[in-house]
């Protein structure tokens, strides 16, 4: 079984700052990708920035130039630096990995979500 842990997110302005944090642990052979999803109530989650085991990052069209996803020092960790916040970007943000488990099986994971609100 494999966990994800959020940290980060919270409140803060218009133009401000965020960093977001994920972790994964359990029985993990490899990571073939880790990225974070934002929803907001109502909506679908929508894919916001995407690593990959290739190296190759993707990014949503409205984050571009604005956010950045890194592979964190620790292993199995991901971060996202969320730069020239805007109201729109306020939503609950989820963290999500997909790979294979010690013994060869596939598996696609979700954290439990943190909430971002950037006020106007």
């Known amino acids: 079984q494999v966990q994800l842990v959020e940290s980060g997110g919270g409140l803060v302005q218009a133009g401000g700052s965020l960093t977001l944090s994920c972790a994964a642990s359990?029985?993990?052979?490899?990571?073939?990708?880790m990225g974070w999803y934002r929803q907001v109530p109502g909506n679908e989650r929508d894919l916001v920035a995407r690593f990959t085991s290739g190296g190759r990052k993707w990014y949503a069209d409205s984050v571009k130039g604005r956010f950045t996803i890194s592979i964190g020092n620790a292993k199995n960790t991901v971060t996202l630096q969320m730069n020239s916040l805007k109201p729109e970007d306020t939503a609950v943000y989820y963290c999500?990995?997909?790979?294979?488990?010690?013994?060869?099986?596939?598996?696609?994971?979700w954290g439990q979500g943190t909430q971002v609100t950037v006020s106007s």
């Open positions: 999500n990995t997909e790979g294979l488990t010690a013994t060869q099986l596939t598996f696609l994971a």
């Open positions: 359990g029985s993990i052979s490899r990571i073939n990708a």
